[in-house]
């Protein structure tokens, strides 16, 4: 025993230490009661019943080693009496020993432990016999579940039940445990029935504050995330997290299995970075009891492999994958029920890294492990499984293995919750792209056919599901997850055109991509255009605007303190915020639901969501112009060329580094003028790899079809060319890498504007603005000081300190230009006039708004990037306004020019592009915005706009304006001022007339 207690000294649990104590000071007093057992039993009785008092005390505190020793103690002690005294008693040490046991994973000993309490048991018929029963078939029910014996857990469940009085608190804790049995079975929506019911049952008799409570607000938002009911699933397990922080020690089990629990919401919703956060928290709790938590360190490590292959680390999955296997094996040799989990893993692992036959032998070890642990039958889990193997025994060429595993997937799946599943277009995907290698290998047309009809099906799932959707997270991570099903449907699409040279096929192709280009904003953008045709009540309109603007507000104040105040996400303060975004939203889907059932029209023009078709395209372009749409999948680029007489497609193989080269191109360009250190070396090295990639990516995006091209080019990027300014690209090697007069830039001959999708263009080119601005021109230059004091008003502020923003000397006197070139009805802001308040109340009454401040890109989240305004007199706002912020805005303006830094870019999100602060004003109801896609020069930029201010009085298009505009520049300044970081980062999006 002064062993133990050093042990726990040493790995620092004091809490322990004084359950230790009082355990020992048990066992000495009960020693002492021995030799008077015979005579005194009442003396010995305290004892024991103090000894498992401790017992279920070291349970309850992950200490089962220390419970069995509590136990084993009692039980000697009760072996002076025979059988037919203290039946209660010794019924009530096994059950104790029988928990600890479990809580060790030793399942058939508990299980034994279980039956002698209730051997013991029925020899009593005390109130208290009934209450000791019902605690024993509720653990026997428990071990029953753990073992995957889901009748026999059912049927001790039931029996317990109705061991206990209808109002016992207990009632709960049994009704809960029913929800586990089916939620083990994927039977969620039945879980989640039992698991309201035991929350009212814990809520009416006041044990809304226990450990039973807290299991079931977990399960139940586990459920619902099983369900893609995110938003109330998460805030659950949020809640219980909350409360599990009230009732247990910071290094609980309880809140080690809270963290997974919230890992793998937000893994599954695509928040990778909160996902590794929670997990290493869980990781860190039980690495301090390795032994006892090995189940939960696996399942974290399971977790974790599933974080890193999203992140594209697959050599960190492998580790991961590995080490859950071997802490099973090691514990429990191969036939551990968890590994079916872990096998699993590496399974997709070995997928994710092309070793398709390694993954499929590994995902049939995982499903005969799980056969064996399911003797009731089967799960999803199960049928999960036989679509992975599906995966990659069609990755690896055993297209028949690949059919007869879907074939079983699907069996179960019917089985299970019918043949609508949520997820089912998953499965058709899997069998279309079955059948699309089976037919590139052999060729056989029938093979193509029936990829096609699995793909249409697929696509038809996928958007019916992403129209059901209510979470933003989800529909991004549903998003990302499809691309490579529609790349592949497009390669089949492209492949029958070619063979068939049915013009279908190419539409379908097209539609196909279209889906994947700027969905969230098509479809975000939709809805508020329905809200503001469908007649809705302006009060009705208010309450929508006053709760979309809170959450803004809310979650702008939990991204500073995650950020900047060094809270964590399990911090109570960002917890009991995220309660309140939750609530907000609720409010924000009942109004939704009202808006839907009460007024038609808002209803059709929100899902009214076809995309544009190639002839309805056609006949809104010029005969000057060409729109390229651009599809990059895995292993080929798609490029769709559109013009007024003709439609075709190519398939470029991706076998260039195109991320690389891309990434190279913009280090190229600002790699030297950003850097603090500037040298020639710098400057030689930059501008030679940019001249290199420049060349590179014309050569491989644009030159196999150059001659088609006219002079007016409409770029549709994939999001991994949406920080690419094509102008800058070169036709050819440049003669002399240190005259950039001679480049052969392609915007020489190009006059080139962007999209996010051809559907969402034309959508702003027939928007409808709510009212007509008055105004011509606002136009704001907060960094631009008349005076010192001004200067030092302005740059004291937290914000700007914060993000070390300066004083933008040219920004004045760029906007004063601007007002002279429109003239009438232009309003200018400066230094502190130019305030955060000023432009919310002005800028819906302006035709054209142009701001000419800072601006910064957020890569992790595209709706925390900002550009900045003067912080008020008062300091009670920081003057940043933030994307989430423009999203509630309603702009009236026609054109929108973000002179500032980085308003192009931020956040990528696969599947759908850039999250950044253009795109945020385009969902505010500009028609055309006018962006930087880096750091930009305030001096050049302030030509650039004056020569295209200038273009626009001569009555040019807006596109064509600012090609010239760049032209214009380079010719006047010949020298250095010509290389790209001066002028290239300015690009247009959306309706050029």
Avoid at 78 to 93: C, G, H, K
Avoid at 409 to 422: A, P, T, Y
Avoid at 689 to 712: D, N
Wanted: net charge neutral; aromatic share 10%.
């Amino acid at each position: 025993m002064v062993l133990i207690a050093f042990y726990l000294f040493l790995q620092h649990q004091p809490e322990n230490m004084i359950l230790f104590r009082r355990l020992f000071i048990a066992i000495i007093l009960t020693f002492s009661g021995l030799a008077a057992a015979a005579q005194q039993p009442d003396a010995l009785l305290s004892s024991v019943n103090q000894l498992i008092h401790f017992a279920d005390s070291l349970n309850e505190n992950d200490n089962p080693d220390m419970a069995l020793m509590a136990t084993s103690q009692a039980l000697k002690a009760l072996e002076v009496y025979d059988e037919s005294r203290f039946a209660q008693l010794r019924a009530t040490t096994y059950l104790q020993a029988g928990i600890a046991y479990s809580e060790l994973g030793q399942f058939n000993l508990a299980d034994s432990l279980f039956t002698l309490a209730l051997t013991n048991l029925d020899k009593e018929t005390s109130t208290h016999q009934a209450n000791t029963t019902a605690d024993a078939w509720r653990f026997i029910a428990i071990n029953h579940l753990q073992a995957g014996k889901f009748k026999e857990a059912m049927r001790a469940a039931l029996q317990s039940r109705q061991s206990l009085e209808e109002n016992d608190p207990r009632q709960g804790s049994t009704t809960m445990l029913i929800g586990h049995i089916y939620k083990e079975q994927s039977d969620y929506k039945t879980a989640l029935t039992y698991y309201d019911q035991a929350i009212l049952q814990f809520e009416n008799s006041g044990t809304n504050k226990s450990k039973g409570y807290t299991r079931t607000l977990r399960a139940k938002g586990e459920s619902l995330c099983y369900l893609n009911k995110y938003e109330e699933g998460v805030h659950l397990l949020e809640s219980a997290l909350s409360l599990a922080q009230q009732l247990f020690p910071a290094n609980h089990s309880e809140i080690g299995t809270n963290y997974i629990k919230l890992g793998v919401a937000s893994r599954r919703l695509n928040r990778l970075e909160e996902a590794l956060e929670y997990l290493n928290k869980a990781l860190h709790i039980f690495s301090k009891k390795p032994v006892q938590f090995y189940k939960d360190q696996a399942y974290t490590y399971s977790e974790l492999t599933h974080v890193y292959l999203a992140l594209q680390q697959p050599d960190k999955a492998l580790q991961c994958a590995l080490t859950g296997i071997s802490i099973l094996e090691y514990q429990n040799g191969t036939d551990d029920p968890n590994l079916c989990y872990t096998y699993h893993d590496l399974g997709k692992t070995y997928f994710n890294l092309k070793r398709y036959p390694e993954s499929a032998i590994w995902q049939q070890k995982a499903i005969d492990n799980l056969k064996k642990q399911l003797p009731d039958g089967e799960n999803g889990d199960l049928a999960s499984l036989y679509l992975w193997l599906a995966r990659a025994k069609s990755g690896a060429g055993d297209f028949d293995g690949a059919l007869n595993a879907l074939t079983e997937d699907r069996r179960i799946m019917n089985r299970i919750v019918g043949s609508d599943f949520v997820d089912l277009h998953r499965e058709e995907s899997v069998a279309a792209q079955t059948f699309l290698k089976w037919h590139l290998k052999t060729g056989q047309a029938n093979l193509l056919d029936s990829s096609l009809q699995y793909f249409g099906r697929s696509e038809n799932g996928f958007i019916r599901q992403m129209q059901r959707e209510t979470s933003s997270s989800f529909r991004r991570r549903l998003l990302s997850d499809a691309v490579p099903s529609f790349e592949n449907a497009i390669h089949a699409a492209y492949l029958a055109f070619q063979i068939q040279h049915d013009d279908s096929m190419l539409e379908n192709a097209w539609r196909l991509s279209e889906s994947m280009h700027g969905y969230l904003l098509r479809t975000s953008a939709q809805e508020a255009n329905a809200k503001r045709f469908a007649g809705i009540p302006e009060s009705l309109l208010q309450q929508d605007s006053l709760a979309r603007a809170t959450i803004a507000r809310l979650e702008k104040t939990r991204y500073e303190m995650l950020e900047y105040e060094g809270k964590n996400l399990s911090d109570s303060a960002i917890l009991q915020l995220n309660s309140q975004i939750f609530n907000q939203r609720k409010t924000l889907l009942t109004l939704i639901s009202r808006f839907e059932k009460e007024h038609p029209e808002y209803y059709r023009l929100k899902y009214d969501q076809q995309s544009i078709g190639l002839k309805a395209l056609q006949s809104r372009l010029t005969s000057n112009q060409t729109l390229l749409e651009y599809f990059t999948g895995d292993s080929s680029i798609f490029v769709f060329i559109v013009q007024q007489n003709s439609a075709s497609i190519r398939r470029l193989p991706r076998d260039f580094p195109l991320k690389q080269w891309v990434a190279d191109f913009r280090s190229g360009v600002y790699g030297y003028h950003t850097t603090p250190k500037p040298t020639p070396q710098l400057y030689e090295q930059s501008t030679r790899q940019y001249a290199e990639s420049a060349l590179h990516l014309y050569e491989k995006l644009i030159k196999p079809f150059e001659k088609e091209l006219k002079s007016e080019l409409i770029i549709v990027p994939s999001e991994e060319l949406a920080n690419l300014p094509f102008e800058a690209l070169l036709v050819a090697n440049p003669k002399d890498l240190s005259s950039f007069a001679g480049y052969p830039f392609l915007v020489r001959q190009k006059a080139i504007h962007y999209a996010y999708s051809a559907t969402f263009m034309v959508q702003l080119m027939d928007k409808q603005h709510r009212k007509k601005p008055e105004g011509n021109l606002l136009a704001m230059a907060p960094y631009f000081f008349r005076s010192p004091e001004q200067s030092q008003q302005l740059l004291n502020n937290e914000a700007t300190r914060r993000f070390g923003l300066g004083e933008l000397p040219y920004s004045g006197e760029e906007v004063i230009r601007a007002q002279k070139q429109i003239g009438v009805q232009s309003v200018i802001k400066l230094g502190a006039e130019a305030d955060k308040a000023v432009f919310e109340s002005l800028a819906p009454d302006f035709k054209m708004l142009h701001l000419a401040t800072h601006g910064k890109a957020n890569a992790k989240d595209g709706s925390f990037s900002f550009i900045a305004f003067a912080a008020d007199k008062a300091g009670s706002q920081d003057g940043l306004l933030t994307a989430g912020e423009l999203y509630n805005f309603n702009l009236n303006a026609d054109v929108v020019l973000l002179s500032a830094c980085e308003t192009g870019i931020g956040e990528v999100q696969r599947g759908e592009g850039i999250s950044s602060l253009a795109r945020a004003f385009a969902y505010a109801g500009a028609k055309c915005i006018i962006s930087s896609l880096w750091s930009v020069n305030d001096r050049s930029t302030m030509e650039l706009v004056d020569h295209f201010y200038g273009e626009l009085k001569k009555g040019k298009p807006k596109n064509l304006a600012l090609a010239n505009a760049k032209r214009m520049y380079l010719d006047q300044n010949p020298g250095r001022q010509s290389h790209p970081f001066f002028w290239a980062g300015m690009v247009a999006v959306g309706d050029m007339k």
